[in-house]
Nanobody
């Protein structure tokens, strides 16, 4: 079992920055991928950024060039540095972990697994960006 606890959410004005953190405990040696997903009101949960054990990364289109995912402490801590925040970034952000790869690559490109394929979730941290 893996326990994930997020922190770092809050309210910020457009153009500002936030750094989300996720502390992982439990059987962390058993997971291969960690990532950040987000869900805004009335929308489905979407992948923001994913990092795998071999440091392969995936960024959603909305995150490219603005967000950076990283890990520390032998993958026990996951970060999401978010810069140039926009009101559209307002959502609940969830830390995710899975023993299987969450990045699927084919000849057409690399794509994230669906949120229903993720094994472990944190409770979420709210990010609100005002204009």
């Amino acid at each position: 079992q893996v326990r994930l606890v997020e922190s770092g959410g809050g309210s910020v004005q457009a153009g500002g920055s936030l750094r989300l953190s996720c502390a992982a405990s439990g059987d962390t040696d058993g997971y291969y991928s960690m990532g950040w997903f987000r869900q805004s009101q009335g929308e489905s949960r979407e992948a923001v950024a994913i990092i795998e054990r071999d440091n392969t990364t995936y960024y959603g289109d909305s995150a490219k060039g603005r967000f950076t995912i990283s890990s520390a402490n032998a993958k026990h801590t996951l970060y999401l540095q978010m810069n140039s925040l926009k009101p559209d970034d307002t959502a609940m952000y969830f830390c995710a972990a899975d023993p299987q790869p969450l990045i699927r690559c084919s000849v057409t490109g690399c794509y994230p697994s669906g949120h229903n394929e993720v094994s472990f979730w944190g409770q979420g941290t709210q990010v609100t960006v005002s204009s």
